[in-house]
């Protein structure tokens, strides 16, 4: 059956999964698709649950099950670095924790609450040396510790979500280092068990969610990633052409904290991009790519991860610009 407008045929996905689990029909296969689907719905109960008492219920009960995912997902991922050469083993990341990560995390911090005030105090306390000196293993809990301590502020989201990835891999890597293929068998046997158990999680609170709103699809999409859902295969990477003093949307995602974009300027002006919430919002912070330069940038380098659009500037008064943008999973 065709439907005459895209928001009609949205009202019929969002029906059907009420009486089908399309959490779990929509992701066979796609243990990404359940990533991203899934931290689209964490995200958004999260920021509702701020001025609404029962999606912050609903987030309470729906968190959990959504890291424990994550968890999965990310030791799988490792694995398939492990087996393509391409993840550090956990000696390199024990030095880039204390010659890089560390001082960036300090920083970025300090970017939301000044050094010396309680806030700042409560998240370092014990300063660096938690994460430097000791027994590696309460070297590695001291991580996951110091994003706990981010958990009640807003602000810092992105950092904490940083933090937890790079607390994921570390904890990962000792055990992968030889890459081993039955850490890869069993790691992918885990996350498609774990796809299930989400998926059956992410159905339940969408059954919460058509009681709360009625069957109001407006609402219930801030909830359900039908873009992500929806979505047909991308070209990757995108390339593309910009107009002078111009702004242009790259792309519409809900991104990974593990999420990273190698970008190729290939005109003859710099570029800036970034992270917006809505089309048309000013961004925080932004990358440039200088012309004829290709550079590589994790998600958050181009601002709030939980924001979707993706955009790319171009301030020349004068000449139009060109780029490649890879998506690199």
């Known amino acids: 059956m065709k439907y005459p407008t895209q928001r009609q045929y949205r009202i019929f996905v969002l029906t059907f999964m009420h009486f089908n689990n399309f959490f779990i029909s929509s992701t066979v296969g796609n243990w990404i698709m359940m990533a991203r689907i899934s931290t689209y719905m964490d995200n958004n ?62 920083l970025e911090t300090q970017k939301v609450f000044e050094k010396g005030t309680e806030e700042y105090e ?19 809990a001291a991580i996951l510790t110091k994003a ?5 502020y807003p602000g810092l989201a992105a950092l ?65 990633d039908v873009e992500e859902i929806q979505k047909k295969a991308e070209k990757n990477p995108l390339v593309s052409a910009i107009l002078k003093a111009s702004i242009d949307k790259v792309a519409s995602r809900t991104l990974l904290a593990t999420d990273h974009f190698t970008i190729t300027n290939d005109g003859t002006v710099a570029l800036k991009f970034y992270l917006i919430k809505n089309l048309g919002d000013i961004p925080g912070i932004f990358v440039t790519v200088p012309a004829g330069q290709t550079l590589t940038f994790l998600a958050s380098a181009l601002g709030n991860i939980t924001f979707r659009y993706i955009m790319c500037e171009n301030d020349s008064l004068t000449t139009n610009g060109h780029y490649s943008f890879l998506f690199d999973e």
């Open 148 to 152: 706990d301590l981010m958990e009640p």
């Open 45 to 106: 109960l999260k920021e509702a649950g701020l001025s609404d008492p029962a999606m912050q219920a609903l987030y309470i009960i729906f968190h959990p099950q959504h890291l424990a995912y994550m968890l999965l997902f990310n030791k799988w991922k490792v694995t398939i670095g492990v087996q393509h050469g391409k993840v550090f083993t956990k000696d390199e990341l024990v030095d880039q924790l204390e010659h890089t990560n560390i001082a960036k995390w300090d």
């Open 122 to 140: 409560t998240i370092w306390q014990g300063g660096h040396a938690v994460m430097t000196e000791g027994h590696i293993d309460d070297r590695i």
């Open 160 to 224: 904490r979500t940083i933090i937890t990835a790079f607390h994921t891999l570390i904890l990962g890597a000792e055990g992968l280092v030889s890459g081993k293929k039955g850490a890869h068998g069993s790691a992918a046997g885990n996350v498609e068990t774990g796809r299930k158990v989400n998926g059956k999680a992410m159905h339940q609170i969408f059954g919460d969610l058509l009681k709360a709103y009625s069957g109001n699809d407006t609402e219930l999409e801030r909830y359900v």
